[in-house]
């Protein structure tokens, strides 16, 4: 347990990392644009690659806070089991959809190291970093959910008088 909050907070510090390198590299390009009349080169692809770090890396330390925008508007009139139930469904339909994205992402990572896939451009960077901190990311995320689905399920279906 201790292993696993550690990795989700190393997630979010190299999400965190990589919004501060992003950043610094847009202050850069202007810079270089508008004093020296060259931007950073590939600055727009370099941003877009370390979106996959801002976006994906910290997914696991939000579930773990709770923090996903949640609508619980008639939700919160059901009673406790029907709401931990309900909770664990989501979990488990959203754990599919971004599972069967880390998967098909994570499936292509060794042919495209295979074949030294890169995206055009200056820097020739390769195509498969980004897509293993997304398979990784996504992995995280998904430890995260089924401790939480199994936490869900647990207190739907404990004994005693929880609903209200």
């Not at 030294?116 to 498969?128: E, M, R, S």
Request: with cysteine; hydrophobic share 55%; charged share 15%.
């Amino acid at each position: 347990m201790r292993l696993i909050t550690y990795i989700e907070n190393l997630a979010l510090w190299i999400g965190c990392a990589a919004l501060l390198l992003m950043g610094l590299i847009v202050t850069g390009s202007v810079i270089g644009r508008g004093m020296f009349n060259h931007p950073v080169p590939d600055d727009l692809l370099l941003i877009g690659l370390l979106m996959v770090c801002v976006i994906v890396l910290p997914l696991a330390y939000v579930e773990r806070q709770k923090g996903h925008i949640a609508v619980t508007v008639i939700a919160i009139l059901l009673p406790l089991r029907a709401q931990a139930i309900l909770a664990a469904f989501g979990n488990l339909l959203f754990g599919l959809f971004l599972g069967t994205m880390g998967v098909v992402v994570a499936k292509k990572v060794p042919s495209e190291i295979a074949q030294n896939l890169y995206y055009d451009g200056q820097l020739d960077v390769p195509t498969w970093p980004m897509k293993c901190i997304f398979a990784f990311g996504v992995a995280a995320f998904l430890l995260r959910l089924t401790m939480n689905t199994y936490e869900s399920l647990r207190e739907a279906y404990r004994p005693g008088g929880q609903d209200n």
